[in-house]
């Protein structure tokens, strides 16, 4: 439970949460800080895979620019072992 995921998004980006696709919970971003955020109250046992989709369009080409974001920051609470789970995923690059 309490499932939270964040990665921040680098350059010139743009963003519209009104196209945010989510399985479960929601998805929010934050255009000041460039942070997309998505948290889930709680995901049963019985499910194997949330999926989220987020368009970004990058605006500019930098031809320096490798990645598009940070790695994937992922926290949860386990309700079986009363531990809270951390995790750091791949980000998505560009090249």
Same mark, same amino acid.
């Given at each position: 439970k309490n499932i939270k995921l964040e990665m921040d998004l680098y350059g010139d980006v743009e963003?519209?949460?009104s196209k945010f696709t989510v399985?479960?919970?929601?998805?929010?971003?934050d255009g000041t800080s460039k942070r997309i955020t998505?948290?889930?109250?709680?995901? =049963? #046992?019985?499910? !194997?895979?949330? @999926?989220a989709q987020f368009p970004v369009i990058l605006k500019v080409d930098? =031809? #320096?620019?490798? !990645?598009?974001? @940070?790695?994937?920051?992922?926290?949860a609470?386990?309700?079986?072992?009363?531990?809270?789970?951390?995790?750091?995923?791949?980000?998505?690059?560009?090249r």
């Open positions: 963003v519209d949460p399985a479960a919970g929601e998805m929010k971003y998505w948290t889930i109250p709680e995901m =049963p #046992t019985s499910v !194997d895979i949330l @999926s930098n =031809p #320096t620019q490798k !990645d598009l974001t @940070s790695k994937v920051r992922m926290s609470d386990d309700q079986t072992t009363n531990v809270t789970i951390k995790k750091v995923g791949d980000g998505i690059t560009l």
